[in-house]
């Protein structure tokens, strides 16, 4: 079956980053991922936590390219265009790159070279020079067929597309015509899930990972209008679809094999023609080369007969015949540009202060009151009795811990509660049961009362941005409604199973809160909690509850 | 290397023998071009060269006041992509599955050839005020010039009158659009009132604000797009793109004027209203919220939005935005309101 990757594919974001990067690169210049990416970025094309521009590349940079989301956003483009038939690479490897002569065309368009774009999908086929490492080898030119099984079929849903049109040799009339059958045998026994589960174990991809490489296809079907655009599990064929299936199938539809079959000054016409019937069927005016036409046309009447070529060169074969045939250099210097590498003084310490964590100091005495209470006084036991069975602190934590893993706002609610209770805040109430009340439970106090925001981890398992932003809520609802008595400076605060995998941009908003409104924003995860409450239960250990009052930012207690 | 330039879409054009001093939109009928010499006639499509009807130019998407804000160049001035050009018959056409008659490609028309009976319409009519010419780049020049002189001559009239059964009809369409174009359906209303209005890009997960808006000549503020019924996402959201805005684009707390625009308007069980006061209470951040309806109506009455002059501010206390609407209009709105949540909660 074939295989896309899932990337970004909104039509105008394509032709926009196309034609910034051809204005910046040019059609003379080499150039990598890491050009790529860092022209995005300083076009301000990309974001990342929330910055824009170069300090968006900055903050994406990390010593693994796998996680640097500015250079997977660049890869993410130039897999796209390269599909497309824009850039191709500049020799043997895979990078550099360079453009082609279909992407100056769309660079240079005045309009929005939609019809250019049809052309380039409708180009897209396999096998290819360009592909040789690839784990599928169906030979097919991908939307041509779609377009023909859904009109055989009358619609197609997004399994019927992977068992169906990407994994049909289309060469073949009987492999397609098989394909046809074997989809009405599936409709008619309803086993679409059985054998789509048959393609998962043949391929030993995981169902999803196969679904989500029907969603390039079906968004470039989509823009080019050849699909209606609805949301719903199938998908049907326009009239448009209709009608430019009806113009391409009377084509010559030449591929990589018939292709390399004729000598190269057939090769070069063919590639002549088949460069400028695309340019023309987008609307281009090729009277300058008509002669040109005219003589290739002729020198191929044997092998096209009267029909019109459909074969896109740079979508099939290499870039040095299709320039030859062209008369065209492309990529005739490496792209350099100084990269800014390091922060500056000034953004180190912003950062610095972004990823701050605070370290709690454990050293107040535990409220002997607390321990009547029936739910601290279990707690209080299941650790001594834990303590004994693992011995070391850090087992009982992480026994605690997992235990919690998949527990709900019913578990998970009473938990904090208790062990806030151990930390020695006795006035601690969870809101169940009261719907009235916008936070999830509240330390109340004489005059600096805490509103805190839950995340069970059957909810989310990592504290979110959306947390952050209901303490803030939190915070303001309570100095308005005056529920309990607090002042600006006291915390509001967010508890949940893992400290926020977004660090860097929970701990930015946390900053830009405080920077605006003046409130502190405290985060913590239950590990944390359960360290400091476990080292007080069994250490004798205090905790002084002022770090609580005036918390911002992450808190972690590792001990 | 030989770059090959694009066809001509456009073999013919129209020009204007004279220039109208007046455009009057009338409800389910075509527009009216008053001319010096006592001439009225409905003028037929320009086939401008740049058609406004469906593109808008790159200086129109874009907001001088946040340069680096992340946003969104979709150019197409229908949210829905209803409206394309026909090179067969050289003029724009409509999808009427598509077309959600919200009337911006109507506004859009520099000479009022788009209207609305039933559906939404082009005027291909010729009129004894144009003359069909062979597009060149003298005569395209010639039209760019009419065009120009007659966008700044003032139009009037009402390009419909608000119906429950429209606007119930516009509602159904919109509910059942893709989320995505929530945000361009909003962005291009705006620019359709005269704001400038930026959202935030398709794909970027990493700003979170839907949009960024400006009316008049000061009131500049963050948007939150809220289509469906968690309204309460939109308050919360409202405060992080301040904070944001403040720490990161210079705007200040004291200078965001932020918008809220629904679909409906807020439940009144939901708790938005309560927390839209205590925001006030607390911060003195007045939220405006404002209907899709209500964006469309201003619309339809060939009104501009200014925020610093017309607050939409709406709190638990009255959460009605009626009276709003009407002082833009200067005209009292009859319409049944139960249903649709356009200028109160529904009940």
């Given at each position: 079956m074939l295989r896309f990757r899932n990337p970004g594919t909104q039509f105008s974001t394509q032709v926009q980053v196309l034609k910034l990067l051809y204005k910046t690169l040019g059609a003379e210049s080499q150039f990598t991922l890491d050009d790529m990416a860092l022209i995005?970025?300083?076009?301000?094309?990309?974001?990342?936590?929330?910055?824009?521009?170069?300090?968006a590349l900055q903050l994406c940079k990390t010593g693994d390219k796998s996680r640097n989301s500015a250079y997977n956003n660049?890869?993410?483009?130039?897999?796209?265009?390269?599909m497309l038939g824009w850039v191709t690479p500049a020799g043997d490897t895979s990078y550099p790159l360079v453009f082609t002569y279909i992407a100056s065309h769309i660079a240079e368009s005045e309009y929005d070279c939609h019809k250019l774009y049809e052309q380039c999908v409708l180009g897209i086929n396999n096998p290819t020079e360009l592909t040789d490492n690839m784990s599928y080898n169906e030979n097919v030119r991908l939307f041509k067929c779609i377009l023909q099984a859904l009109i055989d079929l009358g619609s197609l849903n997004n399994r019927e597309l992977c068992i169906g049109p990407m994994s049909v040799n289309d060469i073949s009339v009987n492999d397609y015509t098989n394909m046809i059958n074997h989809i009405n045998n599936i409709r008619a026994k309803d086993i679409l899930l059985q054998e789509f589960d048959k393609l998962s174990q043949n391929l030993r991809m995981a169902q999803n990972s196969i679904i989500n490489c029907t969603r390039m296809p079906k968004a470039l079907l989509k823009a080019c209008g050849y699909i209606e655009d609805k949301t719903s599990r199938k998908f049907k064929i326009t009239q448009y679809g209709i009608d430019t299936y009806n113009k391409i199938k009377v084509m010559k539809d030449l591929r990589l094999k018939e292709f390399n079959s004729y000598n190269e000054d057939i090769q070069l016409s063919l590639i002549r023609l088949g460069i400028y019937s695309m340019l023309q069927r987008a609307g281009y005016d090729l009277s300058d080369v008509k002669d040109v036409i005219v003589a290739d046309n002729k020198k191929c009447e044997y092998?096209?007969?009267?029909?019109?070529?459909?074969?896109s060169p740079y979508q099939t074969i290499k870039r040095t015949l299709i320039e030859k045939a062209l008369g065209v250099e492309y990529g005739t210097k490496l792209y350099s540009e100084e990269r800014p590498n390091t922060f500056t003084q000034k953004q180190k310490k912003e950062m610095k202060k972004h990823i701050k964590s605070l370290n709690l100091n454990v050293n107040s005495n535990i409220d002997e009151k607390i321990l009547y209470e029936k739910d601290v006084q279990n707690f209080y036991e299941r650790v001594i009795n834990l303590k004994k069975?693992?011995?070391?602190?850090?087992?009982?934590?992480?026994h605690l811990f997992t235990e919690y893993r998949d527990s709900d706002l019913n578990s998970f609610y009473p938990l904090v509660v208790v062990v806030l209770k151990i930390l020695g805040f006795n006035n601690v109430f969870s809101r169940q049961g009261d719907n009235g009340a916008r936070w999830d439970a509240i330390i109340i106090d004489e005059e600096k009362s805490i509103p805190i925001e839950m995340k069970s981890p059957k909810e989310v398992s990592h504290i979110s941005i959306k947390a952050i932003q209901q303490a803030l809520e939190n915070k303001i609802i309570l100095l308005s409604r005056k529920t309990y008595i607090t002042d600006k400076k006291t915390t509001s605060l967010a508890i949940g199973y893992y400290l926020p995998n977004e660090r860097a941009e929970v701990n930015a908003l946390i900053s830009d809160i405080k920077n605006t409104y003046g409130y502190n924003i405290g985060v913590i995860d239950l590990k944390s909690l359960l360290s400091i409450a476990v080292s007080i239960i069994i250490d004798g250990k205090t905790f002084d509850k002022k770090y609580f009052y005036e918390l911002e930012g992450l808190a972690n207690a590792n001990i | 290397m030989q770059i090959f330039s694009e066809q001509k879409i456009r073999n013919k054009i129209s020009v204007l023998k004279q220039i109208p001093v007046n455009i009057e939109y009338i409800p389910n009928k075509k527009s009216v071009a008053y001319f010096k010499d006592g001439t009225e006639c409905s003028l037929s499509c320009l086939n401008c060269k740049n058609s406004l009807c469906m593109k808008y130019l790159e200086s129109e998407i874009s907001f001088e006041e946040v340069p680096t804000f992340s946003l969104d160049t979709n150019n197409n001035v229908c949210p829905v992509n209803a409206i394309k050009w026909n090179s067969e018959t050289e003029s724009p056409e409509i999808d009427q599955?598509?077309?959600?008659?919200?009337?911006?490609c109507i506004k859009r028309c520099p000479v009022g050839a788009i209207y609305c009976d039933d559906s939404v319409k082009i005027n291909t009519e010729k009129s004894s005020m144009q003359e069909i010419v062979l597009s060149d780049d003298t005569k395209e020049l010639m039209q760019k010039k009419q065009i120009e002189e007659i966008l700044s001559i003032p139009k009037r009239g009402t390009l419909f009158i608000e119906t429950e059964y429209l606007l119930n009809e516009i509602y159904e369409k919109i509910s059942n659009i893709r989320h995505e174009v929530h945000n361009i359906i909003v962005r291009n209303i705006l620019l359709g009132l005269d704001c400038s209005c930026a959202i935030r890009r398709i794909g970027d997960v990493y700003t979170r604000m839907d949009a960024i808006y400006k009316s008049g000549d000061n009131s500049i503020g963050a948007m939150e797009i809220e289509f469906g019924r968690d309204t309460l996402d939109a308050s919360r959201g409202i405060l992080d793109d301040i904070a944001v805005l403040n720490t990161r684009y210079n705007i200040s707390k004291e200078q965001n004027n932020p918008l809220v625009v629904c679909l409906q308007l807020p439940n009144a069980r939901q708790g938005y209203w309560q927390v839209v006061k205590d925001i006030k209470v607390v911060e003195g951040i007045?939220?405006?919220?404002?209907?899709?309806?209500?964006?469309?109506?201003?619309?339809?009455n060939n009104k501009n939005l200014d925020i610093s002059t017309n607050s939409f501010y709406a709190d638990f206390d009255n959460m009605s935005i009626k009276k709003y609407v009407e002082n833009i209009i200067e005209r009292k709105i009859e319409l049944l309101d139960d249903n649709i949540g356009i200028f109160a909660p529904v009940k």
């Open positions: 995005i970025a300083q076009e301000k094309l990309m974001t990342a936590y929330g910055y824009s521009g170069i300090t660049a890869k993410m483009y130039a897999e796209v265009f390269r092998i096209l007969k009267g029909r019109d070529l459909l074969f069975k693992f011995v070391v602190n850090k087992k009982v934590i992480e | 599955d598509k077309c959600i008659k919200c009337g911006l007045k939220i405006n919220t404002i209907s899709v309806g209500a964006l469309l109506i201003l619309l339809w």
